[in-house]
């Protein structure tokens, strides 16, 4: 091996309130000099960025343990395998996993904290791998087809709608028989980009209008599924106007999550009795084991033109932690990569 | 018929916060001198109270229309007929409906706004019919049953769980092989009744104890069902503590039903999704095609020694608004009735 260096970007402090480029480092370390048995090396080419990742800092109990100060930050990327001792991964390959913020990574293929590092299949465009064919798509999927369960006609409403697990979301549900499907989103950009290039039949703009009043307006007899990525308010407001039956999937809640102390809960739950709602999480991970019949269900609905996807890419990995707050100042359309490198080898 | 004058309890004011005696007015009417086709004359024996009925004092939407000022108040009683023309109710019937606060009222057996007015079966003590085989029998039955699902071994914990509803939810899970039932109430007299006639494992007096620690220590794997007839920080209690794929079923929130604005609501609420956690309401009328077989099973078990009934009666007609607060003082265990007079035909 050559003597590469490795850059990272390691957690420095945890955040308190609104993440800062500032709670993380930037380190080198010399790549392993020798590979291990079954080990390969991949040069990581694009880095994924969600919101969830904020609750990753955090050092509380949740369904992942909390990324410690001096980690490496945990993150999905796409690689390309460049050394190998592993007979399953070659030379060439492209690969997606949890391989975090670090220019190089080595791993044997074997499960880790979130899922294991893969082979992506030749013929799909690796970065989206990290997007609508990945952690993302699959949120997306599962949250909407077994949680939220649209039924043909039902009235589908989903908050972050622009966002990378939103925007598919909701267009599952226009695939899964949805008679409407409406997207709440910040600013005219995203609500045009909805409307225009999703099909969604509305959008909401909740920077510049009464989320309440246009969901009365759009949904008179009520919301059947409410897909939410943002809680809040946005949340209170559909709860109002909930369908009697209706579902609705909890995917996230990014208002909260720079929070210094947690905000106030949905003060309008009760409506949940009222007109007999059910509210239900879901994490993503639990759902790994069905994730081939997923991938080829978006992988068809893409190449038959029914599921659209966007990808806001950003570059170089000086701009990692920058491009991670972009996420919590509403700036991105879709999901949210950086570029690192170009594939090495061709 | 005879020249009767008919008591009755009307609501007079709209509560603003807690409800007070004198938000109910007294007035007398001349009971009709005939009755219709189909009619049938009922002197209400027993008044039921519920904590639901703080909710239909209200002007807003919801699963019933609000009781109007000068209505007479909206309830489920217990009476006798005692003149009819209608084959199907003879005199010396017992009858259950909800024939509101007034010592008379008259029926023909058809549906009104929640449920109609139907016999007792001969050999029930007929005030039974307002607690444990009545609405709140019933709503414990399929809240726990349809919603919560407890299956066997399942850790189950219900608030308000010296209430009408709680005690026989709780009793409820146990039949159907919890391995742990634990209720939450007010005050040592209420925990020691759960504990000792109810056998519930253990009791939280939320008075005295910190809830969540409490749940801590009893649900060392988390809660596998939460039955909620509280909210508020008993809701956010609970979320900190249940198990993955809990399921928590929302039957009421008395803790905000006197609240002059609605409070803040459960702050942990994306425990649901940490945990990948249900939350979900109901209301039992959508469930009275299903009643019979309910009512036999909670009858079965009754006759079994397995489910043990309380009921708080008070008495005097006098006292109907005075005793619907003892709800909201916490003063009763088991179901709040009020005996307004003697069964006339015996």
Chains 1, 2 share one sequence.
């Not at 074997?110 to 799909?124: E, F």
């Amino acid at each position: 091996m050559s003597n590469r260096m490795n850059g990272q970007w390691r957690l420095k402090s945890r955040p308190v309130g609104m993440v800062k480029e500032s709670d993380f480092e930037y380190f080198e370390d010399p790549v392993a000099e020798s590979l291990s048995d079954d080990d390969f090396l991949v040069r990581n080419l694009y880095l994924a960025f969600e919101p969830a990742m904020r609750g990753w800092l955090n050092d509380v109990k949740s369904y992942v343990p909390p990324v410690q100060i001096g980690e490496i930050m945990r993150a999905s990327t796409v690689g390309q395998v460049i050394e190998s001792n592993n007979p399953d991964f070659k030379k060439g390959d492209y690969v997606s996993g949890m391989m975090g913020w670090q220019e190089f990574a080595i791993s044997n293929g074997r499960l880790g904290v979130m899922g294991n590092t893969v082979k992506i299949p030749d013929g799909v465009t690796p970065y989206l791998a990290l997007s609508v064919l990945g952690g993302t798509g699959l949120t997306a999927y599962f949250g909407m087809l077994d949680i939220g369960k649209p039924k043909q006609n039902d009235v589908v409403v989903v908050s972050g709608a622009a966002g990378a697990t939103g925007s598919v979301a909701g267009q599952i549900a226009r695939i899964r028989g949805a008679s409407k499907v409406i997207g709440i989103a910040g600013g005219e950009t995203k609500c045009k980009w909805l409307k225009d290039e999703l099909q969604f039949d509305a959008a909401i703009d909740y920077k510049s209008e009464n989320v309440k009043e246009r969901l009365e307006q759009e949904c008179p007899d009520g919301i059947n599924v409410f897909f939410d990525n943002v809680g809040g308010e946005i949340l209170d407001d559909a709860l109002l106007n909930m369908a009697q039956n209706g579902r609705i999937v909890l995917c996230g809640g990014i208002s909260s999550y720079n929070e210094v102390q947690l905000p106030p809960g949905p003060k309008n739950y009760m409506q949940l009795v009222i007109r007999r709602c059910t509210m239900q999480g879901f994490i993503v991970i639990d759902y790994f084991d069905q994730a081939d019949k997923a991938r080829a269900d978006l992988l068809g609905w893409m190449e038959g033109g029914q599921l659209k996807h966007a990808e806001d890419i950003q570059e170089g990995f000086e701009n990692t932690p920058k491009t991670f707050l972009r996420l919590f100042e509403g700036k991105n359309v879709g999901k949210q990569l950086l570029r690192i490198a170009d594939a090495p080898i061709t």
